[in-house]
Structures are given as structure tokens and as C-alpha cells.
């Protein structure tokens, strides 16, 4: 490539880039997050995720100690948002909240390659938990900002490098990681978002451990505990490579979950990671930094059935982990396809891109993983003992 200007520099590429996104944005496929709102859920629907009867919640409209609800001129309900919903938990005491006894649970979704659908996970476990009732915050940790960009940003023009994690690596006199923590349309569910900036704190950090500052990889952990109060669940997506910010998310989680799509490439490097693992925590060890996990999980993503090479493989996965891998399989779908064309998740969209079936096939999918890791998650909570017992799952 010329570099002396005759034709594009890298740079103009990059400029050209963020233009083409600016314009995206201008057609509304991007959609202004400002306007973002959260689905509208029916009184059915209302009344599982709250834990009482449709009766119980229109008693309490009636009565006063819920707010009644917004009408169409027709009369008919428009439907309820998150925030109402929570409100009744309130009222109901029915919120999942943990219990001071409870630890923190902080997730990494990992695994060193690439395209694995560590994202996607992330950004739908974070929604599903947050409909649940849950208080999550969401920690983009990765540069490429692909969870940031399924809130309707564009990382490189809509986030600043002081509004991501980059400043609390940077300056040890930061002792609070809340100035990053931004709310987003889903009501309970909070994000510290990345843009590409945060990629210099990877060299940064990795100069300053080697000059022999190794608790700098304590520094997530750190801000973590600063906002680790306010949050039941704390959900951070790492880049697919093992740096200095990976072993920061390493260190500061206390769960693992590793998505492996049913493909040798993808389990051949699966393989690899768990070496490089093994490995990491015996030096994280050394230097008094250990990895402490509550539980790990692995579950099968971007999985296609039809291929009966990924069945045999899917298989053999099942026969190697057992247990250790998630029951469910989060197949390849073209509704998670067109939701993130949107910018959006599958939970985002109010009705199917593609069809009636393959939508609720797809919900069907990313609910069945994310309620065994809730079951994950409400193992590791003292308080949760009775209910567990009561479920069966203990
Ligand atoms: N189950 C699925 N069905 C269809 N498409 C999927 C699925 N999971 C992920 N994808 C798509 O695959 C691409 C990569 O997914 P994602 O960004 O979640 O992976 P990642 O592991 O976070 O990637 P990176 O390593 O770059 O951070 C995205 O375009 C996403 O929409
Ligand atoms: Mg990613």
C-alpha cells in the first residue's frame, strides 16, 4: 500500500470506517440508544417472572399498591416494562436479590479464540438475568467493544476512553470503578463499556507488571469490589487473547464459563486454552495471585446439527466433560444473526426477524442456557439452600 497518499493510508480506512458507521446510524439501523426501550411483557408473563398471580397483580393495581397501568385508547394494556416489573417484586418481596452472606458472583466468559460466541453469550446471560430480576452489571473488557455495540453503540464514536475501564488501569489513585458504570434500557442491568482505547491499557499493563507491579493484575478485582455492593452478578466479556486483561478477568472472576463451538478448529483450541489455563494459575499461584473458582461450565455454541460431523463431535464433548458441560446447546441461529445486525440482542427484539419458529426456537435455546447458569449462580448463595431444596436441585 502507498503510504504517501495517493491512495487510501490505513488511517483514511479507519476514518472512512467510522463515516460509514456514522451514516448507519443516521438511516436508524443503528437505532439512537437514547431511545432504546426494553420489550413490553404480558400480564402472563408478568406474572411468572414476578412469582404471583395475574389476579394477585391486578388486586394490587386496583387497590393502589401498584401504579395502574398504561392503556392504548382502545383500553387494552400496552403491556409491562422491566421497571414495572421490578417494582412489583418490591412490593411482592419477591426480588432475587442475594443476601449479605452471599458472595458476589463474578462470571468470565472465556475462552482465547476468537468468534466462539463469548459476546453474544455475555450480552444475553446479562438480559436474561437482568429479566429475571437480578442486578447485573455487564464489563465490556474487550477493545473491539462487540458487547457495547449490542447496546446501540458505536464504541469508537459514542464511548470515550474515560468512560471505559482504561483510566482505572491507568491511575492507581482511582479507587472507584463507578464513574464507568452507565445504566442501559433494561432496567437493573448496568454497563462499563470498551472502545478501542482500552487496547493500550493491554501494553500498558503488560510494561508495568514485567517492571515487576504483578498486583497490578488485582487492579479489575479491585474496581470490581469498589462497585460489587450495588450488583448480584457482576458479567465480564474478555478479548480472545491471553494478555494482561485476560488475566486480570482470570483473576477477578470466581466463575468460568467456556463456549465451544462443536467444530475440530474450535475444540482443538478449546484444548489449548485449558492448557494455557492449567498453566496461568500455577504462575498466578507463584507470585500469591491464585484464580479462585466457585464453578466452571463449558457449553456448546454456534452448534449446527444438521452436520453430522459436529453431532459426532458434539458427542464425544459430552462423553469427555459430562457434568461440566452445560445441558443445553446453543445452536447457530440466523435470529441471533439478525438481531446483531441490529445491533441488538435476541431479547431486544419485540418479534421475530425471521420466523414465528425459528425465533422461539432460537428464545428457547438462550433461556435453557441461561437458567442453568442462574441454577449456577443460586448453588453458590447460602440463602438460596431452602429454595434450591424445595426445586429439587439440591
Ligand atoms: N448461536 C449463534 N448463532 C448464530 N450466530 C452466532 C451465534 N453465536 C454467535 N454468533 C455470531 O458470531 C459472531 C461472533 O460472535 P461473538 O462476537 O459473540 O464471538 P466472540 O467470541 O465474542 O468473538 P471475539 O473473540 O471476537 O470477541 C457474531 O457475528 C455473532 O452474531
Ligand atoms: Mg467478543
New binding site residues.
Partial sequence: MDISGTTPTIADLYARSLNVLESLRAQGVRGEHARRQSPRFSITRVAELVGRTSAAIREAEKDGRLPSVERTTSGRRIGYTLAEINQMRLVFNTRPWRTEEDPLSIIAVQNFK???????LAVHLAQYLAIRGYRVCLIDC?S?G?TTALFGYVPDLDIGENDTLYPFFRNPETTSLAYAVRETHWDGLYLVPANLKLYSSEYELAARVARAQPNLLNRLAEGIASIGDHFDVIILDP??ALGTISLSVMRAANALIVPIPPTVVDFTSTTTFLAMLYETMLTLEERHLPINLRWMRLVA??ADEQKSMQRELLGLIRNLFGDMLLRTV????AE??NA?ARLMSVYDLEQPVTSRETYQRCLTYLNGVNAEVETQIRLTWPSQAGRLRAEGIL
Fill in positions: 476468537g468468534g466462539v460466541g463469548k459476546s453474544t474487550d473491539q462487540s478479548p480472545p455454541t454456534r446453543l445452536k447457530d441461529s441471533i444473526d446483531s
